[in-house]
């Protein structure tokens, strides 16, 4: 969005193929983590049935402190994207209202504050978890840290829905409509 908002002019020159080849380098370099776990330790893959997933159980000692690290920095990376791009983004609204002297569009911007702080506030305890993972001693705190970090993210894809609802006076329309 930033991009298409940054440079409007060139956006009519993205391709599909251009979109896919981003997204696909994208997916290449979130590869890192699960290929050095292969290689340092084979049979440290399992699969998880706290949260039906893919986890690196990493048993090697090399990876003690070294998994704290990447897994906060996967996963606080995100977070300082969406905080960086969505003040950009806030910026430069108010640059081109206070340029053509309209007023600001509260709808949208409160819309993109809102989804930005949701999905931040909601990945932040995964992070902190990913973090403290190696240093939890108790099995039971641990499953149940697991659960609730993992809980909340879902609150992030669940919350739009009600932000837009709230925010955006065309979608509350469109459900009116639908609902009669």
């Known amino acids: 969005k930033l991009l298409i908002v940054q440079y409007p002019m060139h956006a009519h020159l993205w391709t599909k193929s ?11 370099c979130s590869l890192g983590f699960p290929i050095l776990s292969l290689v340092i330790g084979k049979g440290d893959v399992q699969f998880n049935y706290l949260g039906y997933s893919c986890i690196y159980v ?4 090399v990876w003690t402190i070294r998994k704290s690290v990447l897994g906060g920095f996967v996963l ?8 960086v791009t969505t003040t950009w983004l806030i910026v430069l609204a108010v640059r081109v209202t206070n340029r053509g002297g309209d007023k600001i569009k509260w709808q949208g ?23 403290l993972e190696p240093f939890i001693q108790d099995p039971m705190l641990y499953v149940q840290f697991f659960r ?19 925010t955006v006076q065309s979608f509350r329309e469109f459900l009116r409509q639908r609902a009669a």
């Open 18 to 28: 251009k979109a896919h080849i981003v997204c696909g380098i994208i997916w290449f």
């Open 58 to 61: 990493i048993s090697a000692d």
């Open 76 to 83: 606080l990376v995100p977070n300082i994207v969406v905080i």
């Open 109 to 131: 911007l409160m819309t993109v504050i809102a989804t930005a702080v949701v999905f931040c506030l909601s990945v932040l305890p995964s992070a902190l978890f990913y973090i």
């Open 148 to 166: 609730a970090t993992h809980a909340i993210v879902t609150i992030n894809t669940m919350a739009n829905f009600y932000i837009y609802s709230l």
